[in-house]
């Protein structure tokens, strides 16, 4: 079977368009990742799957609120929580809300923290 | 309406091997609502692949979990290796999928063990952990090590099964299957097991579905995904059988497991087999510029790996998506009614792996 990947940029905006075409088409929500740029800004990559294909829709978040695609796809409250605990970002409207304790960590937001910021690991 | 009450569940509790917290509202000895919380033993690892070397990386995400340790850090090789454009040889992907299918054998016979624990069935624990115990061998054999063992590296692997080695490790998964008859017959059809699986925690295709379920406690409910049937490593030469259920139960859940033992073992002979003969590994040269998905079946079902790389020897981002973590909103589905004794059980019936999920 043939495996393909896919990146999409997008615009924040037509984020719920976008997913919602991925919930018709048959899609899965396989994962969603945040990452920081060397802007500071947020990455986001919603990554959907299909008979092995992955689409992952991307776009960049300068720290305004990300509406949640809980009423398309119900676990995707897992992620939303994550990226508010590991990242500090603003989601609304998530269908499930941990309010911040989802994960117990001991620094608020830990992976917000620059390469050489934070609690040394290796010396 | 009865009384409703807060009772929290772990992070320490006897049932779980690693500290997960489950807040369990009940009315009487009904669960209503549970309410997991992690994070108690969270690592960041994803974090630290900006301070270790792209080559380096690939021991610490082999201590993402330390029973499929192995598929990490293969599921890692194989995500870089698509960003570089590596080749590996054909060899060494058939070493990597036999030590990716003894590590299923591995992890099922553990959660085989596990869950007889649970439900109190003491010799059928032992039993099932004496033979992981000939597994663990197996991989002492072929690789030097036990849990955490290093054979993979990018663009190969490290070590190779000579014609030798290979027969005395295939004598050896002869005396797992025997042993396996034993205790999987005792399984299917113990009356005291089935009497405490069979109807519980019941999840129905479209639940599974809608929940974003993977792995076993998809495939108990139904739903014949199986990330190998993609054909990633040497699964493309190999015919896969994808092992399904339909009543969605911790009968079904267990039932799948069982039978995946024996296709995993099938699986192994079959690459020992066809495996050819060459090298195991490519010179690795240059850094990762690029981005990409790698995906594997684990035990507990498909890992997504995403890596992403600037041409530095510094990944700018790794994401590992684990099995359990995706299993969560299931199981949370699946203890909405049980009774408060089978919350241990229905905990089980997923084969959570925390130390994936707190990767």
């Avoid at chain 2, 209503?32 to 974090?47: D, M, T, Y």
């Amino acid at each position: 079977m043939k495996v393909t990947q896919e990146f999409t940029d997008i615009q924040q905006m037509d984020l719920l368009n976008k997913t919602l075409d991925m919930k018709n088409a048959g899609y899965r929500l396989a994962q969603i990742c945040a990452s920081r740029d060397t802007a500071g800004c947020f990455v986001l990559l919603y990554t959907f799957e299909k008979d092995g294909c992955l689409v992952s829709l991307r776009f960049i978040n300068g720290g305004e609120p990300i509406e949640s695609i809980g009423w398309l796809y119900g676990y995707a409250f897992l992620y939303e929580n994550e990226m508010k605990d590991l990242f500090g970002m603003k989601v609304i409207n998530m269908n499930m809300d941990f309010g911040g304790r989802f994960y117990q960590t001991a620094q608020p937001a830990p992976f917000t923290c620059g390469k050489n910021e934070g609690a040394e690991m290796d010396g | 309406m009865g009384k409703r009450t807060v009772m929290p569940f772990g992070p320490q509790h006897p049932v779980l091997p690693e500290p997960i917290h489950l807040d369990l509202v009940l009315e009487d000895e009904i669960v209503k609502e549970a309410v997991p919380s992690i994070g108690f033993v969270h690592r960041g690892l994803e974090k630290l692949v900006e301070k270790k070397d792209f080559m380096e990386y690939v021991y610490v995400a082999e201590r993402i979990c330390g029973i499929c340790s192995f598929m990490h850090g293969m599921g890692y090789c194989m995500a870089v290796e698509q960003v570089m454009g590596i080749e590996v040889p054909k060899r060494a992907v058939f070493l990597r999928t036999v030590w990716a299918e003894l590590s299923r054998v591995h992890s099922h016979l553990l959660w085989m063990g596990l869950m007889a624990d649970a439900i109190g069935f003491e010799s059928l624990f032992m039993h099932s952990w004496r033979l992981r115990e000939y597994v663990l061998d197996m991989f002492d054999m072929t690789t030097g090590g036990r849990v955490i063992f290093s054979a993979c590296k990018i663009g190969g692997v490290r070590r190779d099964i000579d014609a030798e080695k290979m027969k005395r490790f295939l004598d050896a998964l002869g005396k797992v299957e025997d042993g396996l008859h034993e205790i999987a017959g005792t399984f299917a059809a113990d009356h005291s097991i089935s009497h405490r699986l069979t109807g519980l925690g019941v999840l129905t295709k479209a639940e599974a579905e809608d929940l974003g379920a993977l792995g076993p406690v998809a495939r108990a409910s139904g739903i014949g995904f199986d990330a190998r049937t993609h054909g990633y490593a040497a699964y493309g030469d190999l015919k896969v059988n994808v092992q399904t259920e339909q009543s969605g139960d911790c009968m079904a859940r267990a039932s799948v497991r069982i039978r995946e033992l024996y296709e995993a073992i099938r699986l192994i002979r079959l690459c020992a087999e066809i495996m050819p003969d060459g090298p195991t590994e490519t010179k690795v040269t240059g850094n990762p510029n690029g981005e990409s998905f790698a995906r594997l079946e684990q035990p507990r079902g498909e890992v997504l790996y995403y890596v992403k790389g600037g041409g530095g020897k510094f990944l700018e981002r790794m994401r590992c998506r684990t099995p359990t973590f995706a299993n969560l909103p299931a199981l949370l589905e699946m203890l909405k009614g049980a009774e408060l004794a089978d919350v241990p059980v229905l905990i089980l019936t997923i084969d959570p792996c925390i130390s994936c999920t707190e990767r």
